[in-house]
């Protein structure tokens, strides 16, 4: 039995977010910093909505550089705001069409303790904005004595290194994808409809405790598939295939993300042998996450064993990332990209290649870095391809 | 048993869809409008992925007035875009943090033939961008010689009257959703937690055929709930609770939004009563969506019934909304609003009154507008609340 998760954290826990944060904020000359989208008001609040998914209203945080959080937000969430560690909330009756909270936003900002001149937002890399560009066109024209600057790094920079709070949800997540994985041989069968297999898979993942499905494509080929993010469809699982399974499920806000392929009946040998090398990738990039060590080193480990394993392509473009509040969040194992692991970073360990046009295989596991090395947080993929009969 | 419904349209319902938007992009002086978000990309193309869970790499869809749609995409999407009735389809190999499609999104825009000078793209009410804000900005210089307008009214008017396809898909997801909650009274009782009763309706929405559940809110209080956007929680459901229930499910990629109450054991007078005045009101809402009526009208008939019933004020804004390919789309019936009704046009009908402090009680349905009048898609809620043992 999988140990029930507790949802919701201290307010000791947001105070040293804030506590951290803010002293990033200062070093990179920001008064503060405001937010629009549902993991980085969470992350400041704890607040919680699947409301979001209306895209109607604007919803917004400021976080200052000294004092405490101010939420900004339409009247229709402000009891439950209420509940959370947040004292100053400030509403508007939304919506209102000619004025959805930007004049109460521009009024917050103004009065944010001017030190630098600078306030920071969601402007950059892995971010967007969520506000009608016009209505924040006009939000700048409306606080023109301060420069709206991109607060995308300084944001990645707080989220990119996790507290042990968020490190539990994401190992609880991790190991109910992992039971629900496990039961996949007992529930889909040759003859299931990709659609069918990825249902039954939804709802073992939600009897054993995901809050949410957000990701769950269910791809199926014969001895690989052409891609991994498209599906499932109606294609029905044939001898000879293999199911490609990928989840991103969520508890408390946190989520997992990792894969797992099945064959159907039996395998061709080259698939077996593309599956056991793709399993080794693996176990190296997982082995090279520690301390010191940057996202270049994980990616080129993995690269030189899918190489000599007879890699003939990619098209997924890196090797792995970072997760957490987000399926996917930076860092990217990649050429170029040169984070430097520390302690706390969440990551996916992710190597794949085409060992034949058209047949992919791709392997995942999540670990966390921590001072002795890298921890998984996922039950390892078995290192012989299960079947389904 | 509920029919099996059919996923994928064919390229003819593409076709005509193109036709009817390239008419509108003219009557608006626009050369192309260039989409960024899930939504919009699928109207237009077909395609389908929940790998737009992940931030790290932008998509786009340009749809010029005369001609046929180009898909500028990360390598990962190409195979199934292939799929798609979409023939012209450039890559980049995603994610290059450099220039992530921005200068082959520049070249394909300065390639469309050039009539008015304008290119519209979501810049405006109820949308957002799906790109870093940093990057349309170098966007935007790329292609100096074009004006980049909003384009937000236009892809409105365009999505907001269905196709009898969509219509089917929309009334496909009211059916599923209407046999879950009928589900609720065998499934739910007295002594669950409202995350448990969520739980339960997840399983049964994707037993019956939902493809997911982006949106489902459980919310419980004693006679009523204080606010119905955040939830399930942990709260044990206790006699004299109404539990809250609502959700957007999602078949084929068209939502479902709609809401129903059930009362724990027993509940008040008062209770009842509130809830027979929201039903009625309900009921003068959908007769009220005649072609001809405006938003405005919908507003007021009911508004009107929940004043008379004894309403002390609502946090919600207004009383429905459009869906389809989101959970809440334009129009807003509320007073200002002014969209005139037009067949095809698919509405939540959703009054709601406090009828005591924190004591909220909100009906919903979903109707398709059609020539002989309103077309009810789900099951209609009973009109005595129903009880959970």
Redesign the interface.
């Known amino acids: 039995m999988l140990k029930t998760g507790i949802?919701g954290f201290p307010p000791a826990e947001f105070e040293s977010r804030l506590l951290r944060a803010q002293k990033i904020l200062v070093e990179n000359a920001l008064d503060a910093v405001f937010v629009t989208t549902p993991p980085n008001i969470r992350y400041f609040t704890g607040?919680?909505?699947?409301?979001y998914?209306?895209?109607?209203r604007p919803w917004f945080v400021v976080v200052p550089a000294e004092g405490a959080p101010i939420a900004v937000i339409?009247?229709?969430?402000?009891?439950?705001m209420a509940e959370t560690w947040i004292s100053d909330i400030r509403t508007w009756?939304?919506?209102?069409?000619q004025d959805d909270g930007v004049s109460l936003l521009a009024d917050t900002l103004l009065a944010v303790p001017r030190r630098f001149g600078r306030i920071g937002t969601?402007?950059?890399?892995?971010?967007?904005?969520?506000?009608?560009?016009?209505e924040?066109e006009r939000l700048r024209a409306d606080v023109s004595g301060v420069e709206i600057a991109?607060g995308?790094p300084v944001l990645w920079r707080i989220r990119m290194v996790k507290t042990p709070a968020e490190i539990d949800r994401i190992r609880h997540i991790c190991q109910i994808a992992s039971a629900a994985y496990a039961r996949v041989p007992e529930l889909v069968s040759m003859g299931d409809s990709e659609?069918e297999a990825a249902?039954k898979l939804?709802?073992a993942l939600?009897?054993l405790g995901a809050?949410?499905?957000?990701?769950?494509?269910a791809i199926s080929g014969p001895g690989g598939v052409?891609?991994?993010?498209?599906?499932p469809?109606?294609r029905v699982l044939q001898k000879g295939d293999i199911l490609f399974f990928d989840t991103?499920s969520v508890f408390d806000g946190y989520f997992c993300d990792f894969d797992r392929n099945y064959a159907v009946g039996s395998v061709s040998d080259a698939a077996h042998r593309a599956h056991e090398a793709v399993w080794r990738a693996t176990e190296a990039g997982i082995a090279a996450a520690v301390p010191g060590a940057t996202t270049d080193d994980l990616f080129q480990t993995m690269a030189v064993r899918l190489q000599e394993a007879g890699s003939i392509g990619n098209?997924?473009?890196?090797l792995g990332?970072g997760l957490g509040l987000?399926?996917?969040?930076p860092p990217?194992h990649?050429p170029?990209d040169g984070t430097r692991l520390v302690p706390g970073m969440v990551l996916t360990i992710e190597p794949g290649m085409e060992y034949a046009p058209?047949k992919m295989v791709v392997h995942e596991e999540n670990i966390v870095v921590t001072e002795n090395g890298p921890d998984l947080l996922t039950q390892r993929a078995p290192r012989a391809l299960p079947t389904l009969s």
């Open positions: 949802h607040f919680d909505s699947q409301f998914e209306s895209p109607t339409p009247e229709i969430g402000a009891p439950k009756p939304a919506p209102v069409p969601e402007l950059g890399r892995e971010m967007t904005l969520r506000m009608p560009l016009i924040f991109d995308s659609r249902r939804r709802i939600s009897s809050d949410a499905t957000p990701f769950l494509p052409s891609q991994i993010v498209c599906g469809g109606d991103g098209n997924v473009g890196r990332h987000q399926l996917t969040e990217s990649m170029g058209g």
